[in-house]
């Protein structure tokens, strides 16, 4: 079976969502971010990754797979009938990689990783000067769309619904943009979305995470 390492609300929740939309199951492993220990055994997370960083998605024959963009595909890949990622060769596959970068780098790792990781010394000022004008491009992307890609659930948008869910915790208000808000409401009103999240809000409730 698929194992999944993760902490509640962090990126691996992306990962969660596309398992559930695939319909696949996992054994799911919980880590502690701060401590870096697995919570199940006190074992040290390293030994799962070296990177220390979730999600990693330990596959059918042991291997293990890191970075939520190579794992989310992955994942959509098993069950290609969902539709949870275009074929290759498609143009849209690589539209689907175009946001999942976008996603990785330039909301998670350039704002939402510092904000939650980093004391507050001033240093955060740049990023919070830019995460307006870089939640600008997927809000007008989704003004007339209802998914990030073509025209169904992708992992694209397993990865955004959680970016987007971190953005009131991070002190950005997302009401100021009419249509990531409405993007958020429907992604949260899938079954499989509403399940993993409040799959993870109870595990967060037991533990002092930091998610990003
Ligand atoms: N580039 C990685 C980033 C993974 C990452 O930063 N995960 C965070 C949680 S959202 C983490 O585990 N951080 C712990 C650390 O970096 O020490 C990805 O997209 O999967």
Not at 30 to 42: F, G, I, N, P, S
Not at 97 to 112: D, P, R, V, Y
């Amino acid at each position: 079976m698929l194992q999944l390492y993760f902490s509640p609300m962090a990126c691996s929740l992306a990962s969660r969502i596309a398992l559930m939309e695939a319909g696949l199951d996992a054994h799911y492993h919980q880590v502690h971010l701060l401590t870096k220990k697995v919570v199940h055994d006190d074992s040290d997370f390293h030994g799962a990754s070296p990177k220390g960083a979730v999600p990693v998605l330990v596959l059918e024959n042991g291997e293990r797979l890191t970075e939520s963009a190579a794992v989310l595909q992955y994942i959509a890949d098993l069950k290609p009938e969902t539709g949870l990622a275009p074929r290759f060769a498609d143009p849209d596959r690589y539209r689907l990689q175009e946001w999942l970068s976008f996603i990785g780098a330039e909301i998670h790792k350039a704002f939402l990783f510092p904000t939650f990781w980093y004391k507050d010394d001033g240093s955060l000022a740049k990023p919070r000067a830019r995460i307006a004008q870089t939640l600008s491009v997927p809000a007008a992307h989704l003004a007339g769309r209802e998914f990030l890609v073509g025209h169904s659930f992708t992992v694209a948008d397993a990865h955004l619904t959680w970016a987007l869910l971190l953005l009131r915790p991070a002190g950005v208000d997302i009401a100021q943009w009419p249509s990531l808000s409405a993007y958020l409401e429907r992604m949260q009103a899938r079954p499989a979305v509403r399940e993993a999240i409040a799959t993870e809000m109870a595990l967060r409730k037991t533990v002092a995470a930091n998610p990003a």
